[in-house]
């Protein structure tokens, strides 16, 4: 399950992340206002930590990884139909907030999931699997924006948040409140 969320979530952040001016620009949105725009979206990058922080204890780990997949899912695609400059901030602040945020949860939530005599190696071979996807992601992404369009982008990387959705949502154990020694069993 992990090794599938840590393939899948790298499409969220770096499928959106690192591509923003180049998206925007690709729906026609002139170089100087896609730079500005990905500036704003990326000043809202501490919000995703911040609530991270603020709700790691306080709700289910497994839940905010699953509600930050969907936002980001969601928000993705209404991004990517976005024309107006206020709906693309919007929504590109809120791919960009879950993506943080999801970020701040899931390398909390892996390493409980582990007994500790195998907890360093057993994260980082789980997250190894998102350094894979990231070598790929990036030439997915290309291809897809020159063949068929930001649309297809979205598509793409909607259906990986909806992959961790499922893998999160259905095998992920809940961890908050719940003793290490009852979790890595």
């Known amino acids: ?108 939530y892996q390493a409980e999931l582990y007994p500790t005599r195998i907890r360093a190696r057993a994260v980082g071979f789980v997250f190894s699997w998102s350094r894979v996807s990231s070598i790929f992601v990036g030439f997915w992404v290309a291809a897809l924006l020159k063949h068929s369009g930001v649309p297809a982008v979205f598509v793409l990387i909607s259906s990986a948040m909806l992959m961790i959705v499922l893998m999160v949502g259905v095998f992920g154990p809940r961890t908050n409140g719940v003793r290490l020694e009852e979790l890595s069993q």
């Open 1 to 108: 399950m992990l090794s599938m969320f840590n393939f899948f979530q790298t499409f969220g952040v770096y499928g959106f992340g690192a591509w923003v001016p180049v998206l925007l620009y690709s729906k026609g949105i002139t170089i100087t206002h896609s730079l500005f725009y990905t500036m704003v979206i990326a000043f809202t990058t501490p919000l995703g930590a911040l609530g991270a922080m603020c709700c790691a204890e306080r709700l289910q780990r497994k839940w905010q990884l699953v509600g930050c997949a969907l936002a980001v899912a969601v928000a993705g695609v209404l991004f990517g139909l976005a024309r107006e400059p206020l709906l693309i901030v919007l929504f590109g602040g809120i791919v960009t907030i879950a993506n943080n945020w999801m970020i701040g949860i899931f390398h909390t």
